[in-house]
């Protein structure tokens, strides 16, 4: 019994730690060769967004193993699968938002394992969490809210097809 107790505290602590062992900071790190990735599956480089708060002009990136993942059915990303998407505020390319999104195992499992983030120009991060860590704020609910209707929340169209000629999901 005393055994079983603390058995199911540690799991719980686990589940506290989990939330914060991963931070704003992390998804900085492990995003920050973006530019290298490959661009989105049947998603030209640089495109119109589909919706709000992703317009006028987005570029997406993938890494390897977001990448691996678009080729399987069904399409569930694996651990530290990570997508990384621009806004662009105009065809000169000021640049908006960068809005990133990574698989982080256990984090969250009810909202996809997913941690997100969303960093300003100058590369300070003005949302970031999972959806249940009570910390990550209104915007981080926002982001799942809307991405939830997508394929393991993801929603570019290439996701839901690998064909250039899908319209916005
Ligand atoms: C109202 C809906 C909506 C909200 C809110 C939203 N997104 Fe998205 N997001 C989309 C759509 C639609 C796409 C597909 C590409 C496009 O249209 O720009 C997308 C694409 C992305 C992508 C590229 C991978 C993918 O899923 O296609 C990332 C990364 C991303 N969003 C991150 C975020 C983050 C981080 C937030 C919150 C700060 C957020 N999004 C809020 C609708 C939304």
Redesign the pocket.
Known sequence: MVWALSFWTLLACNDKVNARIYSSARLAEDIEAYEEWDH?PG?PDV?????????PI?E?W?NEVAFGAMATEPKVLPDTA????Q?WLDEQGTEG?L???RKVEGIDPDNGDWF???FDPEGAA??AGAASDPDAGP??A??????RS?VD???????VALDPSVA??
């Open positions: 989105a998603w495109h119109a967004g589909c919706e709000d708060p992703h317009t987005v997406i993938l990570a997508l990384v998407l806004v938002t809005l990133a999104m997100w983030g969303a003005v949302a915007s981080v926002d982001c799942v809210g809307c991405h997508g929340f993801v929603r570019f169209p290439g996701m916005c999901p």
